[in-house]
């Protein structure tokens, strides 16, 4: 049997990564059929991309208003101190996520930025107050490699891990509407 050419490859590839972004739940049936591909095809694309770590997790978007918390954001920007071989190793075990669990907030994404903040850490706290206990537990552990810590407090998520808030309509109330 001839190789397909990459290109054919790929689109097949980007479909089922626009099928699983959709719903990370469907099983490889459901995929194939709404794409006209074997259950087989589909299943191995989809080892594929996870072997080579296209994909690299699957999760679940939570509404964490009705768990009663609320998503915070921090906004990072380092000072010029060269990070040395402990700080990256504090950050690689994320020794951090169990400080901040002790004070009641849960990290939800850390993303190391090139622009005019340096790291974004998007977590969940159940009000202001928690929110700021832990922006100063970023200040306190990193406080000579950090130049400025800004705490945003969401106001409306309209679209998580590419799913649409259900509740898209409400926000007419964020804007105050």
Not at 135 to 144: A, D, N, Q, V
Request: charged fraction near 30%; proline fraction near 3%.
């Amino acid at each position: 049997m001839p190789k397909k050419p990459k290109k054919k490859v790929k689109e097949d590839e980007q479909k089922i990564l626009q099928e699983l972004s959709r719903d990370s739940t469907q099983n490889p049936n459901t995929i194939a059929e709404k794409l006209g591909f074997s259950r087989q095809k589909v299943w191995r694309i989809i080892k594929d991309l996870e072997e080579n770590h296209t994909i690299w997790g699957y999760t679940t978007v939570i509404d964490e208003e009705k768990q009663g918390l609320k998503n915070y954001i921090l906004l990072i920007k380092r000072t010029t101190q060269p990070v040395d071989n402990r700080l990256a190793e504090k950050i690689i075990s994320r020794e951090i996520e169990e400080q901040m669990k002790k004070i009641g907030s849960r990290m939800v994404s850390s993303i190391y930025t090139n622009g005019f903040y340096d790291w974004v850490i998007i977590f969940t706290s159940e009000d202001t107050k928690q929110a700021k206990k832990t922006s100063e537990l970023f200040k306190i552990r990193y406080s000579k490699y950090l130049k400025e810590v800004i705490l945003l407090d969401e106001l409306f998520p309209c679209k998580i891990q590419n799913i649409l808030n259900p509740n898209i309509g409400d926000l007419t109330k964020a804007f105050g509407l």
